[in-house]
């Protein structure tokens, strides 16, 4: 089925500790973005991807890096995990401004131990 | 810098009837898009309806309506013939034309409906 990847749906990380989530997406979307969801909060953007070789930050970059060599992949990488990066993950890509709502992922529970 | 607001963090409907779940946005941004996420215990976003910041009419799908008014800065999503599956949270989000990566969402209204 079309739609957004992601890998993996939960992870248990110690402190310290580094990983890469996956994302892909196999609509030929131009526009991808990373959100994080705390408990009983919105999603704040992290990063987002406007093309191939483009990435920009969001409202809460710090602790993650991101690359998109194509257009399908987006990977998000933690590179020294805390607590406080505990959260629920959301990869979701769009084809582009106007009516086109995201198409989300199913999401990566992620545990900060 | 844009900002949503939603200001009922849960609310309650009976089945069958209809309900108005509120948002107020601002931005500098002369032109965007007003879109609401429903996103049911399962825990997955589903994408529900779209407004553009300079649709004369108010969007709607389905059951869904959007209340646009552009001047004090709302968007309302109003649900009519509400169903038990309904029962969600709801997230109103804004997004620049400029820029379809990035989007500001609110912080959610969780929904019951009751039978």
């Known amino acids: 089925n079309a739609g957004v990847t992601q890998t993996p749906k939960f992870q248990v990380l110690k402190t310290g500790q580094s990983m890469t989530l996956q994302c892909a997406q196999d609509?030929?979307?131009?526009?991808m973005s990373w959100y994080r969801q705390d408990p009983g909060m919105g999603l704040r953007l992290i990063h987002y991807s406007v093309g191939a070789g483009i990435t920009d930050q969001g409202e809460v970059p710090n602790g993650y890096n991101v690359s998109r060599s194509t257009t399908e992949d987006f990977p998000l990488r933690l590179l020294s995990a805390a607590p406080s990066q505990t959260s629920v993950y959301f990869c979701?890509?769009?084809?582009?401004?106007?009516?086109?709502?995201?198409?989300f992922g199913s999401g990566t529970r992620l545990t900060v131990v | 810098a844009q900002k949503i607001t939603q200001t009922q963090p849960g609310m309650f409907v009976q089945e069958k009837e209809a309900v108005t779940l509120d948002c107020t946005y601002d931005t500098s941004d002369p032109s965007y898009g007003l879109f609401w996420y429903k996103q049911p215990s399962s825990g997955e976003m589903i994408f529900l309806i779209y407004?553009?910041?300079?649709?004369?009419q108010n969007a709607t799908e389905g059951r869904y309506s959007l209340n646009f008014q552009k001047a004090r800065k709302s968007a309302n999503l109003v649900i009519s013939a509400s169903q038990l599956g309904d029962s969600a949270m709801y997230f109103c989000a804004m997004r620049p034309n400029t820029n379809a990566g990035k989007s500001t969402f609110g912080d959610g209204t969780t929904l019951t409906v009751k039978p």
């Open positions: 407004q553009g910041s300079y649709d004369q």
């Open positions: 979701a890509s769009s084809y582009g401004p106007g009516q086109y709502g995201y198409t």
């Open positions: 609509m030929n979307h131009e526009y």
